[in-house]
């Protein structure tokens, strides 16, 4: 059996459009109430609504286009649970009505983050290749030419070696104030998709907010929204998949709890259900070479409810950019092995959620995309062609008898 394949849709304003996405290929519409403000609940109304628009033939409603809303990508969790803030409660309820009214129209999959302050972070978001393709790119010495030279955090310096901080200062030197703005832009303005964006003194007012809570505290806080959101999830037959960090690493001083195998672990034993479960971003979870991905995905398959296949590379500096999807340091052969074992295993135990549904996530920009504008890393030509290659793939290992044979 194929994964089922699902593609990002940014709502109404996606210069991507749903008839795009159909002869993309894929069947499954992944998407947010984007418009609602992070913590307010999702009425069911409004999920009513966004789901007849994306499943219903705009010239017949009465008939069906051809694609399912499969995921939601993502319900924000509000900062005042993050930061385990007295008042978290009420926002605790409020994501616990949006879960039950995410159930009622019959959506499967919330995929969620537990990042503080900044969702997915970038330094670059047009990294020029050789082939003259657009990625997106972290590089390391630049975000801490941001943290040391624009955001001034107190006490940056002493965490970083000399060799990035001379990295760090030749770059900052090296660049003009319009491309500083820009730098700064790309890290706190907000990427499609994540939190809000800040201005600076926002967003040192934001990473104050973290200055007493450490990982420990930072785990506590999301073990109790765990523990208050699993059971109504269950009820509500609405599979929980929490989206690990990106980039894996500690940002501005922040803590950090979604990295590595030993927190998705963590994670997963707070509460041992699928409805527990996880988001796989195999470019997020790749940028640390200490993340063995296809072992991440044979050990915690049957946790697995959302999957972002993409590849990065990385460079010894720290920095990584994101590379086509069968190229970088993602083994991505061996992690479709695996993942299309773990759907074998769950036929013959006659799971319902059989299908995990995925994603070929962030493309570059490429051909006729480089002249538009487009949602960074969601271009459409680029995502097909990463689409395309993850299909290959897949077909290739579903006949050789790798799964099935043996
Ligand atoms: C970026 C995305 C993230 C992701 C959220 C999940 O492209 O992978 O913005 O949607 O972190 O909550």
């Known amino acids: 059996m194929e994964m089922e394949q699902t593609w990002r849709w940014y709502g109404p304003s996606d210069p991507v459009t749903l008839a795009d996405i159909r002869q993309a290929g894929a069947t499954g519409i992944v998407t947010a109430l984007h418009e609602i403000p992070i913590g307010e609940v999702w009425t069911e109304e409004a999920l009513l609504e966004r789901k007849k628009l994306i499943e219903r033939d705009d010239k017949n409603p009465l008939r069906s286009r051809g694609l399912t809303w499969s995921v939601i990508e993502s319900i924000p969790v509000h900062e005042d649970i993050k930061q385990g803030k007295p008042n978290r409660d009420e926002w605790i309820d409020k994501y616990k009505q949006s879960i039950r009214n995410v159930g009622k129209v019959g959506i499967p999959v919330i995929t969620y983050n537990w990042m503080p302050v900044v969702d997915w972070t970038r330094t670059n978001l047009a990294l020029e290749l050789e082939d003259g393709a657009r990625a997106l790119a972290f590089d390391f010495p630049e975000y801490v030419a941001f943290d040391l030279y624009m955001l001034q955090r107190p006490g940056a310096e002493k965490e ?5 901080k001379d990295a760090a200062k030749a770059r900052f030197e090296s660049m003009n104030d319009e491309e500083r703005y820009v730098l700064q832009k790309n890290i706190i303005a907000g990427l499609p998709g994540g939190q809000e964006g800040y201005t600076l003194d926002e967003f040192r007012e934001r990473l104050a907010n973290y200055d007493s809570i450490d990982d420990t505290k930072y785990r506590q806080n999301l073990r109790y929204f765990l523990e208050q959101i699993i059971p109504v999830a269950i009820e509500s037959d609405v599979r929980m998949a929490i989206h690990p960090d990106d980039p894996p690493i500690s940002l501005f001083g922040l803590p950090r709890v979604v990295s590595t195998e030993a927190d998705l672990q963590y994670i997963t034993n707070i509460y041992n259900s699928v409805y527990n479960g996880l988001c796989i971003c195999t470019g997020s979870l790749g940028v640390r070479p200490d993340n063995d991905l296809t072992g991440i995905v044979e050990r915690l398959g049957d946790k697995i409810n959302f999957l972002h296949l993409r590849s990065t590379q990385r460079d010894p500096m720290g920095s990584f950019h994101e590379a086509s999807h069968l190229r970088g340091d993602v083994p991505m052969y061996q ?48 995502l097909l062609r990463g689409m395309a290659e993850l299909r290959g793939l897949e077909m290739g290992i579903l006949n050789s008898g790798v799964i099935y044979n043996n």
């Open 335 to 382: 992690v479709m092995v695996a993942v299309l074992k773990e759907q074998k295993r769950r036929h013959a135990a006659n799971r319902r959620d059989e299908q995990i549904p995925m994603r070929a996530d962030h493309g570059h920009t490429i051909l006729d995309d480089l002249k538009k504008k487009t949602n960074p890393g969601y271009s459409a030509i680029g």
């Open 160 to 164: 970083y070696s000399d060799e990035i």
